[in-house]
Each structure stands twice: as structure tokens, then as C-alpha cells.
Nanobody
Framework: QVQLVESGGGLVQPGGTLRLSCSAAGDSFSNNAIAWFRQAPGKAREFVAGISATGGARRYGGSLWGRCVIDRDNGKNMVYLEMNDLRPEDTAVYYC?????????????????WGQGTQVTVSS
């Protein structure tokens, strides 16, 4: 089973850029679709972006549509989320998640392994 650890969160000014990283341990990483979700205080967790096991397919949620790119490096067991033009409403804990399937899903119930999350705060 895959284990996930996020990093790269922090405080950024509005309009700024952040690159989140998700490091995976486990033999099955290259067989798993990976997604990023986020959860703001008092709100439900929402899908941000996902990438298929091979990296050939990507899906994006509406919250960061047009302002983020997801990518993966199976040789390094890493998934990245680059976010730009960040806004205060993007403040949330960002999680990466893995599912034992090649295909991306946008619903959190399809993901069975989660990282601990990394805090992103957008504020001046």
C-alpha cells in the first residue's frame, strides 16, 4: 500500500505561486491515480486536481480551474501541484490521496490512502 507525505505549503501573498509536493512510498505508486483535495475551515473537502497512474490524463476541479497544474514523476514517486494567482479563498489544508486504480476520480470516497495534509495560507 502507498503512504503519502505532502510538503510545500506555507504563507503566500495574494497573486503568488506555490508548488505542493506529494511524496509516495510503496511499490504500487505507478499503478495508482493520485489526486489533490483541499479543506477550508468549516467547509467540506473538495477535489482540486487528479492525475492518472501513467500521467496521461488529468482532471481539474472548479475551485482552482485555470490556476493550477498537476504533474507526476513515477521515477521519483512524486506528484506535484503548482498553483498560481492564489487568492485568500484558496486558504485551506491541501491533501494528496491515492486510489488503487489507473483512472482519476473526483470523489473523495474513491481514495483509500491519504496524506496528513499541508496548510496553505493566502494573506497579505
Amino acid at each position: 500500500q502507498v503512504q503519502l507525505v505532502e510538503s510545500g505549503g506555507g504563507l503566500v501573498q495574494p497573486g503568488g505561486t506555490l508548488r505542493l509536493s506529494c511524496s509516495a512510498a510503496g511499490d504500487s505508486f505507478s499503478n495508482n491515480a493520485i489526486a489533490w483535495f483541499r479543506q477550508a475551515p468549516g467547509k467540506a473537502r473538495e477535489f482540486v486536481a487528479g492525475i492518472s497512474a501513467t500521467g496521461g490524463a488529468r482532471r481539474y476541479g472548479g475551485s482552482l480551474w485555470g490556476r493550477c497544474v498537476i504533474d507526476r514523476d513515477n521515477g521519483k514517486n512524486m506528484v506535484y501541484l503548482e498553483m498560481n494567482d492564489l487568492r485568500p479563498e484558496d486558504t485551506a489544508v491541501y491533501y494528496c490521496a491515492s486510489r488503487n486504480s489507473y483512472a482519476v476520480a473526483t470523489t473523495e470516497g474513491y481514495y483509500d490512502v491519504w496524506g496528513q495534509g499541508t496548510q496553505v495560507t493566502v494573506s497579505s
